[in-house]
């Protein structure tokens, strides 16, 4: 059952980095590159698998964007002020500002389209 365990999160290798309301605006509405902020709790199963999906993505957007995660538990403040109602949601920000906001689970591919949509173009290798 290790794919189960993956999903529901038992799987700590490329761990999402966590922020909440002290470091939000350092880590997030500061950053240069486009940044995926999944507003999630422990107590979610939906929240789990969406968390395993965005942990699976992050290598293939390693510094073209960057994925962290709210705890909206420990984090209300933040959950508050971005009218976070329903969880998972994932919130893409771009220069401080949040340009994209989806409810609920995504199919893989759906997923990494849509963060493909905000993320920084790679740069062309010299042939």
């Given at each position: 059952?290790?794919?189960?365990?993956?999903?529901?999160?038992?799987?700590?290798?490329g761990q999402i980095p966590e922020v909440d309301d002290a470091t939000f605006n350092e880590a997030v509405l500061q950053s240069e590159l486009p940044v995926v902020v999944d507003f999630w709790a422990s107590?979610?199963?939906?929240?789990?698998?969406?968390g395993g999906l965005l942990r699976d993505l992050a290598p293939e957007f390693e510094g073209r964007l960057k994925i962290v995660k709210v705890?909206?538990?420990?984090?209300?403040?933040?959950?508050?002020v971005y009218g976070?109602?329903?969880i998972p949601t994932v919130v893409i920000f771009k220069n401080g500002a949040a340009v994209d906001k989806f409810v609920g689970l995504m199919q893989l591919n759906p997923l990494r389209e849509r963060?493909?949509?905000?993320?920084?173009?790679?740069?062309?290798?010299?042939?």
């Open positions: 059952m290790g794919w189960l365990n993956k999903i529901l999160g038992g799987d700590q290798r107590w979610c199963a939906p929240c789990q698998v969406m705890n909206v538990d420990h984090s209300r403040e933040m959950a508050n976070i109602q329903s963060l493909e949509r905000h993320a920084l173009h790679k740069p062309k290798e010299a042939s």
